[in-house]
C-alpha cells in the first residue's frame, strides 16, 4: 500500500487576529518548491500537493496523511505553525523546512516532529522513511551539495494548473547562492553561502520541460555567472545561450 505524503506550502495572515488568509482564485506565478519536492519523493509514496493561497488545506482527509512536509517563508511562518499545530494534535507526523527554518530552526522546532536544516536533496527521502517508521529525529542538517548536476525535473502535472491562469509563469532556479557579499543581504549566509551553478544544458531542458514562453527565475543573482560549462550563446554568456536555444520569455 502507498503511503500518504501532503506537502503544504501555506499561505499567509492578513489579520491574525480573526485568522484571514491571503486567498486568491487564480494566480499567475506556477510555484517551483511543490513540484520539485514531489519530483524528489521516492516509489511508492501517493503525493498530493497543497497551495494554500489557491487552495484549502483538508484538515479531515480520509484517510489521513502518513506524513505531512511544510516549506514556510518568514512570512509565511505563522500560518505553518498553526497548520503543523493541527495535524499533530490529530497524530499525523509533520517535517518542515525552508528559509525560514534555516535561520530559525529553534522556533520551527517547536512546531514540528522534525525539521530540515539546508539542501532538501540529501536528506528529504530519509526523512520521509523515518517518518512513517516512528523514527524521526528532531533535526537533519543536509550538506551543501557541491554539485547542482542532476536535478530532477519539476512534476508540474501534480499541480492543478487551471488554478494558475491560461497566461501561467512558471519558477524556475539556474543557480542557488549568491556571489556577492553585501552586508544587508541574508543570501550570503543561506544554505551556507557559496554560488553554484546549473549546467546549462539541464536548465534548458527544464524550461522545456514547462512547455511555456513565461519564465521566471527565482534565483538571487541570475547574472552572477555569465558563462557556464563553456556553453556560450551569440555575446558569449549564459543568457545568450537560453535565448539562442529555446523560445522564451524572461519575465
Known amino acids: 500500500?502507498?503511503?500518504?505524503?501532503?506537502?503544504?506550502?501555506?499561505?499567509?495572515?492578513?489579520?491574525?487576529e480573526n485568522h484571514t488568509l491571503l486567498k486568491t482564485g487564480m494566480k499567475p506565478l506556477?510555484?517551483?518548491t511543490l513540484p520539485y519536492l514531489a519530483a524528489l519523493t521516492p516509489a511508492g509514496w501517493d503525493v498530493t500537493l497543497a497551495d494554500e493561497e489557491i487552495q484549502d488545506v483538508d484538515f479531515?482527509?480520509?484517510?489521513?496523511?502518513?506524513?505531512?512536509?511544510?516549506?514556510?517563508?518568514?512570512?509565511?511562518?505563522?500560518?505553518?505553525?498553526?497548520i503543523a499545530d493541527e495535524f499533530r494534535r490529530q497524530g499525523v507526523p509533520v517535517i518542515m523546512g525552508g528559509p525560514h527554518v534555516?535561520?530559525?530552526?529553534?522556533?520551527?522546532?517547536?512546531?514540528?516532529?522534525a525539521i530540515g536544516i539546508g539542501e532538501g536533496e540529501p536528506i528529504?527521502?530519509?526523512?520521509?522513511?523515518?517518518?512513517?517508521?516512528?523514527?524521526?529525529?528532531?533535526?537533519?542538517?543536509?550538506?551543501?551539495?557541491?554539485?547542482?548536476?542532476?536535478?530532477?525535473?519539476?512534476?508540474?502535472?501534480?499541480?492543478?494548473?487551471?488554478?494558475?491562469?491560461?497566461?501561467?509563469?512558471?519558477?524556475?532556479?539556474?543557480?542557488?547562492?549568491?556571489?556577492?557579499?553585501?552586508?544587508?543581504?541574508?543570501?550570503?549566509?543561506y544554505l551556507g553561502g557559496g554560488y553554484r551553478v546549473r549546467p546549462t544544458a539541464e536548465v534548458i531542458e527544464d524550461i522545456q520541460h514547462t512547455g511555456a514562453k513565461s519564465i521566471f527565475f527565482g534565483d538571487s543573482d541570475f547574472g552572477g555567472k555569465r558563462a557556464r560549462d563553456g556553453i556560450d550563446g551569440s555575446d558569449g554568456s549564459f543568457e545568450g545561450a537560453l535565448v539562442g536555444a529555446v523560445d522564451f520569455e524572461l519575465v
Not at 10 to 16: A, G, I, T, V, W
Request: aromatic share 10%; net charge positive; hydrophobic share 35%.
Open 30 to 32: 506556477v510555484p517551483l
Open 124 to 189: 528529504w527521502a530519509r526523512m520521509l522513511e523515518d517518518a512513517v517508521n516512528g523514527r524521526l529525529q528532531k533535526v537533519y542538517h543536509a550538506p551543501q551539495m557541491p554539485s547542482l548536476a542532476g536535478l530532477p525535473l519539476p512534476r508540474w502535472d501534480m499541480l492543478d494548473l487551471r488554478k494558475y491562469g491560461p497566461f501561467k509563469t512558471y519558477s524556475l532556479m539556474s543557480s542557488r547562492g549568491c556571489p556577492m557579499q553585501c552586508d544587508f543581504c541574508s543570501e550570503r549566509l
Open 1 to 16: 500500500m502507498s503511503k500518504r505524503l501532503l506537502i503544504i506550502q501555506p499561505s499567509h495572515y492578513l489579520s491574525k
Open 60 to 82: 479531515h482527509s480520509k484517510p489521513k496523511p502518513d506524513v505531512v512536509a511544510i516549506t514556510t517563508w518568514t512570512i509565511h511562518s505563522i500560518r505553518a505553525y498553526d
Open 102 to 113: 534555516w535561520f530559525d530552526p529553534q522556533e520551527a522546532a517547536r512546531h514540528c516532529d
